[in-house]
């Protein structure tokens, strides 16, 4: 660099330790840098604060090896003070295509403290560069570096790396690396509109003058890495890592440090994972990639929440003027929020209730529990917000259910402990306060706390310019209830096996989920102006207005059942839908069995389901039709139907608890996916993981030769007609001809042999994991030569079948054609139906027959048998995939279309 005039650091080498200290004491400028000349895993540079801990470093480099043979010498530079940044580029040894500049976070804590690591996230593009500082970079260093390869007989081609320092001098260059930066690569690479393939082919062919490197210039893209505890000292290798399968669409997960045990993503390194997002604000997209690493989770697991702070301060900094500044001039209109405080208060005044003390605009809200009536009390207090529904109603302009949407949230929540809702304060905040939608949304909050009985006593109203984009806002609740001690709920221990779940009807989807609601609705093309494509009790109506319908206040109408000493519990179904909320209320040893043939599904969610939402999101995500249940016994079950019908909610029995094993769910639900179909009648589609219409997938279980699934195959190639499609085939066996039939075909497969495992459920998880993770819905077995643990069967219960070789319930077990030779038998044939627990005794799907001859064998019975089974195999899986039948949640055979209707032949 100092040969060609590239603008660095001053800098010297050395091999001895007391040379480098020598030169540290006595370098005409601060010589606090110290390097390790080698690769040393991006952790080789040691920025020191003063010169004895630059002396430290050279001393732990070149004598204490603290990176090997990388620090056999060691560059002591000039520290360079001024912000960071990473400026990459293609290049093809002649022409430079610069990208966009990213700015990388090498210390480990907040706000740029604690040691060095690898990176602990990055952003792109960097606003601290002008666009005349990018192309004085792209000249006089990249262009400039890559002229001066090539003229030494060094020509360079591919991605160039110059690290650089903003300094009042002037850019200058840190380092050079001949590749992508980690992590900056996780952030420029999604901003990349051009196609890579083309762009490095470009750069071989030495053409890259001649195509045109497009990038997206109004997003950007926030990574935010997750490191292991103690990094980057040492850590601890394996540990688990959860939520992965949490982490919304709109992030991107990049795996680093991580590994496979046993189909389980466990950690492998110091930075273990970079979560990723785009948006056209950098603080929303390191907000949503913030959100995104919160729900993954491994022990020790860690990060920075200020990846992007210097490029958020410097956007909003660049809005202000430095002239006429006043608190107004920076965007707080204290004015504007005082007349809005004016019109709060006959609002709130509106909603007061015995035991209310004083007016809004007090320091404090006073509340007497004493006049309210209560004698023993225990007080109940929750929090809440209403999410991206926001979003709904900024885009469509409707601000006031939000309000109601808020108290429902909270009050809906401590109902659950028996509490009356006494007080509620709000806190609304923006960017530029807006009166009159602030004011809509407060006037819905005080309906909703008219609705609820509960007091409007105070909140907040933040105006804060820099921290919200435009026209958004959030929102939050607080609301403080009170209970008598003798009241309070859940009863746990009374909750029994053999009680009764009772559902109480939302209103629609509430206040949960909406990311992916607006993510569906972006998907279908439609605007919230746009007639509903769904019908609702409310008639002609827009996709805004049915999506904004108010969330279901619960308190008024339910306190009185849940104080009749005849509910054992509540559970609202909020955030994580009827399969994590119910369990909130739950003993551990019982389990709860739901079916949603057995209540009304609001046909919001069977658009939602249509649009591409399966029915596992479905359950965990929304509350599909049933805002709250209620946990009451059997023999009260009427009464208390009857009570909550007499407040004019409506209400079904959908459910009851059962006994709960380790090994299946707390909560399932029978029949969803045929009560969400029928909510939105429409021909029913399943859709793949990028969009297109696809069949169900199906895997087939195989131990051999695979005759029955070359059948199934066969059946599946015709596509205008199967509804299937084969997407695995797994054999415990290794080089069996089925395996072979399969690969004919196209078709992936796998093989998990059961030797080495301690017991048979250890053998069946592995093979469970491996069929969610080819997102398995149908699982055939078709000569699988093991016999199936009661966990297994229990987990993919409705989902297994079967074929056996007899006219079940005749002749079960391994030596049917035996039996039926011997028992003298003039009919035999085979039967296909779904597996239980005990063998051979599930509902029977398709059955077919054929004549056993008084000449038989079993050799030649088996071969007659076995060309039925070619046919009746296909048909029950035309039956199961095309959705004619089902499994009920009492294991019978459910009918969802009349038989005759079903073109079988």
Known sequence: MDRHGIPTARWAAFTGSEAACQHIHNAPYPALVVKASGLAAGKGVIVASDKAEACRAVDDIIKGRAFGSAGDTVVVEELLEGPECSCLAFTDGHTVSMMPPAQDHKRLLDHDLGPNTGGMGAYCPCPLLSEEQCEDIKQNVLQKTVDSMRMEGRPYVGVLYAGMMLTRDGPKVLEFNCRFGDPETQVLLPLLRSD????????????????????????????????????????????????????????????????????????????????????????????????????????????????????????????????????????????????????????????????????????????????????????????????????????????????????????????????????????????????????????????????????????????????????????????????????????????????????????????????????????????????????????????????????????????????????????????????????????????????????????????????????????????????????????????????????????????????????????????????????????????????????????????????????????????????????LVLSNVEGVLGLERAKQAGIPTKVISHRGYKSRVDFDMVVHHTLQEFHVELVCLAGFMRILSEQFVTLWKGKLINVHPSLLPSFKGMHAHKLALEAGVTVSGCTVHFVEPEIDSGAIIVQDTVPVLPTDTVASLQERVKSVEHVAYPKALHLLTSRAVSLSADGRLTWNQPSEQLELE
């Open 196 to 727: 890579l393939c083309d762009v490095m082919s470009a750069c071989v062919r030495g053409t890259l003058a001649d195509i045109s490197v497009s990038w997206c210039r109004d997003t950007y893209a926030v990574g935010v890495v997750m490191v292991s505890g103690g990094y980057p000292g040492p850590y601890n290798k394996g540990v688990t890592i959860t939520g992965l399968d949490s982490v919304s669409s709109d992030c991107v997960v990049f795996h680093a440090g991580t590994t496979l045990n046993a189909l389980t993503p466990v950690t492998s390194g110091g930075r273990v994972l970079c979560v990723v997002s785009t948006h056209e604000h950098l603080q929303q997209a390191l907000d949503a990639s913030l959100t995104g690493a919160s729900q993954v989770s491994f022990t020790g697991a860690f990060y920075r929440h200020d990846i992007g702070r210097l490029g958020i301060e410097h956007i909003g900094h660049s809005r202000v003027t430095t002239t006429n500044m006043t608190y107004q001039s920076s965007g707080v209109d204290i004015d504007a929020g005082n007349s809005l405080v004016e019109v709060i208060k006959p609002l709130a005044k509106s909603t007061f209730r015995p035991g209310c003390l004083g007016n809004v605009g007090s320091f404090g809200a006073i509340f007497d529990l004493k006049a309210a009536g209560f004698v023993d009390p225990l007080l109940v207090s929750g929090t809440d917000g209403v999410g991206t529904k926001l979003k709904v109603a900024l885009e469509y302009g409707v601000h006031h259910t939000i309000g109601v949407d808020l108290v429902a949230m909270c009050v809906n929540d401590i109902i659950a402990h028996g509490a009356s809702p006494l007080y509620f304060l709000d806190y609304y905040a923006s960017g530029k306060l807006d009166p009159s939608v602030a004011g809509d949304v407060i006037r819905g909050i005080s309906d909703g706390c008219r609705i609820a009985q509960c007091a409007l006593v105070g909140g907040e109203t933040a105006e804060m310019p820099g921290m919200y984009q435009n026209k958004d806002y959030d929102v939050a609740g607080f609301v403080v209830g009170a209970v008598e001690r003798g009241q309070l709920l859940p009863n746990l221990d009374t909750i029994k096996q053999g009680d009764v779940i009772i559902g109480i009807a939302s209103s629609g989807i509430h206040s949960n989920g909406y990311s992916l609601v607006r993510r569906i609705v972006r998907k279908s093309g439609l605007k919230y102006t746009d007639p509903s494509p769904f019908k609702t009790s409310e008639g002609d109506t827009t996709l805004g207005q049915t999506l904004l319908t108010p969330t279901r206040i619960y308190s008024t109408p339910l306190l009185p059942v849940l104080k009749s000493g005849l509910v054992k519990a509540y559970a609202h179904i909020t955030g994580g839908g009827l399969v994590e909320n119910i369990p909130r209320v739950l003993p551990t040893h019982l389990a709860v069995r739901l079916d949603a043939s057995s209540w009304l599904v609001p046909p919001v969610f069977g658009w939602l389901a249509h649009e591409g939402v399966g029915q596992r999101e479905m359950a965990k995500t929304f509350n599909c039709g049933v805002g709250a249940v209620l946990i009451v016994e059997k023999e009260n079950e009427e009464r208390v139907l009857e009570m909550v019908r007499e407040q004019s909610e409506v209400c079904w029995p959908i459910g009851r608890l059962t006994d709960h094993n380790d090994w299946s769910p707390q909560v399932s639900i029978a029949n969803l996916e045929s009560a969400l179909q029928s909510s939105y009648p429409h021909p029913p589609v399943n859709r793949s993981r990028n969009g297109d219409c696809r069949k169900m997938n199906v895997a087939v279980l195989i131990s051999g030769s695979g005759t029955n699934l070359q059948a199934l195959i066969d059946s599946t190639k015709d596509g205008s007609s199967s509804h299937a499609e084969i997407v």
